[in-house]
């Protein structure tokens, strides 16, 4: 039985990100949510996402933009709905979140193929003494959904071929892949200090449609790699060999 460590709380591991200068420029900006951390993300934001503290799977995410005409506009599941008070938006999320913590992160307009947007998730692992990025795949969204993530029908893609559907050059795409190795790499050092049992983590990334830019959207502890994926995904199964401790 491994008996990794485990945290659980996205604004805390956050926190940690944010104290080392070179990935707090990845890092969105991130609050709790409250009616006035709302109102001062999207006095700011286009589009803010609004997720569960301790979320999984996609569960409860919920994206709220501000409309040319002032109204706000509420994406959840397969729904979408405007609403002309900020206030509304605010008990839209009440309703969800019921009494959990949750957070409000500034929305990033993804890279797309097909017209749907994808993110990344970047495997790291620490077999022996030294954090490695294992593999790294996209994940696409299922039309309608506002998540990536494969229990919610998101769509797996190689990341290299993703990146090539989205448009762009080997040697953007090579370049971009030696980054996320770098933010990949660090995240898992900076978060092992101060969490000393992790051995292993899952980052999701989103690029910035326009400027490729990476954002960590999170950084799992307890990643997951689904079953049953076709052969083409073997690299992506690559796990840990040895426990450490
Ligand atoms: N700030 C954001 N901007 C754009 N999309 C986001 C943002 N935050 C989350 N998402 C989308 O929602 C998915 C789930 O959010 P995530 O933070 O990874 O929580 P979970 O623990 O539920 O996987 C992401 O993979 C991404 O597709
Ligand atoms: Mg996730």
Known sequence: MSSYQVVRSK???TKVLLTEPWLARFVPETKLFSS?????????????????????RGERVIAISVLPDGSYQIKHENAENTVEKIANAVN????????????????ITMLCVDESPFDLRVNVQKPYAKWIV????AKKQAPGKIVTNYSQGGILLEFEEALKL???????????KKLLTNIGERTARVLNEKYPGLRELGLDI????????PWILEVNTKPQYP????DKF????????????
Request: net charge positive; charged share 35%; hydrophobic share 35%.
């Open 92 to 107: 839209f999320v009440k309703k969800i979140a019921g009494n959990d913590q949750f957070i409000v992160q500034r929305g």
């Open 134 to 137: 294992s593999s790294m795949i």
């Open 234 to 245: 073997d690299r992506y199964r690559r796990i840990i060999k040895q426990k450490n401790g």
């Open 227 to 230: 079953k049953g994926l076709s």
């Open 36 to 56: 006035e951390n709302l109102k001062a993300m999207l006095a700011k934001f286009n589009e803010v996402y609004v997720k569960p503290d301790r979320g999984r």
């Open 166 to 176: 989205a448009g762009l050059e080997k040697s953007q795409v090579s370049k971009i």
């Open 11 to 13: 604004i805390a591991k």
């Open 206 to 213: 989103a690029l910035d449609k326009m400027s490729h830019k």
